[in-house]
């Protein structure tokens, strides 16, 4: 397996407080990863800071590094914005923009430089998301007009047509009914064959299901990392065990 | 747990209807307040369909020529509204035009690219703009913009009295409050779909430009309609700037009197009570109410169909 993102001894501070301790943690190509642990652990943090999302907030700050592909993406004449065209995110709650389905996908494209055929993205894009056959006849319609779970998938075709190296993962399914979150489970699965996937989740089962690595942080911290069928069978730490049984989070 | 509930007052062992002597009487204190807001409203609407009804009344006047001829010179009976009209919708037009995209601009500095602490600094010291009373306004455009209008385009082709000087500083005028309502509506862009923009690489611009505005496109329209009601009813400015004597022109440069304008003028000097002209500025009156309603209640429905639900 080869490693494609290695946080090295990661700090970062909103204002004051210090939400990631010491974090270092590596996440492999063609894999899912999974983030898990209670709210406010800090595993969202974690996962904004891999495309440079939290330079955004203000009064935030950080130290160590993230290197992906063997670059070092905080350094100081690294520009934030080519790291997320490299590294794409897929949020909570699905956030369409207010334009067509077709708009969708090729606006992330064009500001990226497309030159290719359009046509050929989407089509390819949607049928990679498994959404063209049910939107293939309304590509000109609003996407806020698609369920919930087709706005999800939509976001997610909207991220893989500027063709990233990881994606990123924000509890993708937590405003979906359980057949959506099948459908996206079964999507992201699939979608391991060509990009690296960083998920961060609130639901064990689901990091258990569709996950290969598992990070559980506490507390801005990582308590345990390893494979995900070891992490959940056999936890090396206490914490680890009370928090996969259910014992408090 | 026992003791604290007999800390109150009353006990609370009815639960009966109570008169709540204060909240009846607050009740009808506000209630009274809101009833005079719409006695005064009533009143106006009452006391220009009135005059206007008089206007009407006189033999040489008809609705159809009012809305229809082409002059307008009360002294000679010549009662057709659209010289003025034309004036109107000119300076309000070129006051907008000038205006809104301006506007968007400050906007989308203010709402997309400063931090918090400073938009606290920049935004009173443009409604201090708002501030500034219309007749100042007025001078400035007769004292400054006409004579830098002249310079650049010719004293032969700029008259001293134009529309173009009274539009762009109708335009200043209206500036504030098409900032604060394109940046309400900007602002008001749910965060999520800023974070999904940069998520895909775009810069602040890429964002500001291919999302928030689109985003936002009916809180512009609303503002920009808004805008055109209140340059359609500003009164001081053009009565300095625009010249004095209607002219059915569509030359910016070139004087033409507009509905408030002659208002003013009629208002100000001898016409005797209930004259033809005095009964004339009821109806303009009541034309420029209908206008600036019919504008605000189009900008109001703009903004509550496309709220954002968030």
Known sequence: MKSIIQIKNFNFFYGESQALHDV???FNENQISALIG????????????????????????SEGNITIHEKNI????????????????VFQKPNPFPKTIWDNIVWGAKINGYTGNLEELVESTLTRTALWDEVKDKLHTNALFLSGGQQQRLCIARAIAIKPDVIL?????????????????????????????VIVTHNMQQAGRISDCTSFLLNGVVVEHGRTKEIFLNPKEKKTEEYISGEFG | MADSTTNFSQKQASLEK????????????????????????VGIVVILASQSALFFADPQV??????????????????????LLNATLLTSFIAVVFATPFAILVAIFLSEFTKPRIKAIIKPILEVLAGIPSVVYGYFAVGTVTPVLQRVFGSDTVEFY?????????????????????????????????????????????????????????????????????????????????????ALTW???????????????????????????????????????????????????????YQWNV
């Open chain 2, 162 to 246: 134009n529309t173009a000087s009274a539009g762009i500083v109708i335009g200043i005028l209206i500036l504030p409050i098409l900032i604060t309502m394109i940046d309400d509506s900007l602002t008001s862009v749910p965060n999520n779909l800023r974070e999904a923009s940069f998520g895909l690489g775009a810069t602040r611009l890429q964002t500001s430009f291919g999302v928030v505005i689109p985003g936002s496109f009916s809180g512009i329209a609303a503002a920009f309609i808004l805008g055109f009601s209140r340059a359609i009813g500003e009164t001081m400015i053009v009565a300095l700037a625009a010249g004095a004597g209607s």
């Open chain 2, 251 to 305: 030359n910016p440069f070139r004087g033409a009197e507009t509905m408030t304008g002659y208002i003013v003028r009629i208002s100000g000097g001898d016409i005797s009570y209930n004259s033809i002209d005095y009964n004339s500025i009821f109806a303009i009156g009541l034309v420029l109410f209908l206008a600036t309603l019919g504008l605000n209640i189009i900008s109001r429905r703009i903004v509550k169909k």
């Open chain 1, 74 to 89: 905080y350094l100081a004449e690294v520009d934030p914005v080519e790291v997320r065209r490299k590294v794409g995110m």
């Open chain 1, 169 to 197: 993962m924000d509890e993708p399914t937590s405003a979906l009914d359980p057949v959506a979150t099948a459908r996206i489970e079964s999507l992201i699965t699939e979608l391991k064959k060509r990009y690296s996937i």
């Open chain 1, 24 to 26: 270092t943690l590596d």
């Open chain 2, 62 to 83: 008809t609705l159809l020529g009012f809305f229809t001829s082409f002059e307008w010179q009360p002294s000679i009976g010549k009662f057709g509204i659209l010289p």
């Open chain 2, 18 to 41: 109570k008169t709540r002597i204060g909240e009846s009487l607050i009740h009808v204190v506000l209630f009274a307040c809101a009833l005079c807001s719409i006695f005064t409203t």
């Open chain 1, 38 to 61: 209670p709210s406010g652990c800090g595993k969202t943090t974690l996962l904004r800071c891999i495309n440079r999302m939290n330079d955004l907030i203000d009064d935030t700050r």
